[in-house]
């Protein structure tokens, strides 16, 4: 009996050293980027201060690194409900949070009918039941914000341009911006759109940039906002500043999408290793019904199903977060 319960202590304290490791490895690959980036920063710091750097050159970077951290700033320590606020107001869709609740429920509730429908183990209906109501409907006003960020992304290069070349030949920036609300559709057309209607109602540029920013949370417009706030505080050639930013982001989009050929191999590897399981499990339901059969009436089976799903989440999104470069 003693032996027993030895045995299971360290067969616990094993799994439960193994989950604590990989949930390690897990968080340090998450956390890499962030971590090399901080140290570049302070390497980039040190570098500064050891050659002298111009007093004007310095009062500059401290003026744009405040406003990074203004816009910064607005997106964090939110509520719950705030939170959720802004993520259905970056995927672009005009409903409210109460109505987001509301059909999340009912979303959960069909799932989970569904879910017992089908002859399912009840016990399994307590996990159907969160992830149908809280996390799918988080993922996809997440793929919502993606897609519409991309869409802003992908033009937004030639609209800069399209306000240097304005500004060159004698138009004021905000017609300017009319010019591109028209030409361009949304979301960027639409951003610039709202960037004029404010103007033309008396808010300030500063503070319709940062809504832009919250709606649209990507570097890109961030970059935009930053020159046109230093712009206005102390002046200069806004048209070369501009221009010199239609630079910067076009050599962007050229890094990434290197980035994204050359991890093409990886993420095509990654999809034919996520789908084999399902594939299989596919074939065999066709040719042994029975044999697969046990795996959902078996109480073991299920356990094996629950976990083998867990493994292959945590696999995925160790793999998605190793090729997922953020430029």
Known sequence: ????????????????M???????IV???????????????QQIGTIGENTGTDRAESRRAK????????????????????GVRISILQAGIDISPGVFFMFSGIFALVATLVYLVLDMPPMGALGVLPIAGLLLPRVFLSMKAGSRQKAFTADFANATDLVVRGIRSGLPVNECFNVIAREFEAPLGEEFRLL???????????NLLAKGIERIPTS??????????????????????LANL????????????????????????????????????????????EYLMVLYYDERGNYAVYFGL???TLGATVMRKMINFKM
Do not use: C, H
Not at 28 to 39: A, E, F, G, S, Y
Not at 196 to 206: F, H, K, R
Not at 253 to 276: T, V, Y
């Open 1 to 16: 009996m003693i032996k027993e319960q030895v045995v299971m202590i360290i067969i616990v304290s094993g799994i439960f």
């Open 18 to 24: 193994f989950v604590m490791g990989t949930f390690f």
């Open 27 to 41: 968080i340090t690959i998450w956390k890499r980027p962030r971590i090399l980036l901080n140290k570049r920063l």
């Open 63 to 82: 003026r744009i690194a405040d406003k990074i951290k203004q816009l910064e700033g607005r997106n964090q320590k939110r509520s719950f409900l705030e």
């Open 196 to 206: 004029v209607e404010g103007q033309n109602l008396g808010m300030t540029i500063d």
């Open 220 to 241: 890109e417009y961030k970059f935009f906002a930053i020159v046109l706030q230093i712009q206005r505080q102390t002046g200069g050639n806004l048209a070369d500043t």
């Open 246 to 289: 239609s630079t910067v982001l076009r050599d962007r989009k050229k890094m990434r999408d290197k980035a994204r050929a050359m991890a093409s191999e990886a993420m095509a590897s990654a999809g034919i290793i996520g789908s084999l399981p399902f594939a299989v499990a596919i074939l065999l339901s066709v040719v042994n019904p």
């Open 310 to 312: 867990f493994w292959m």
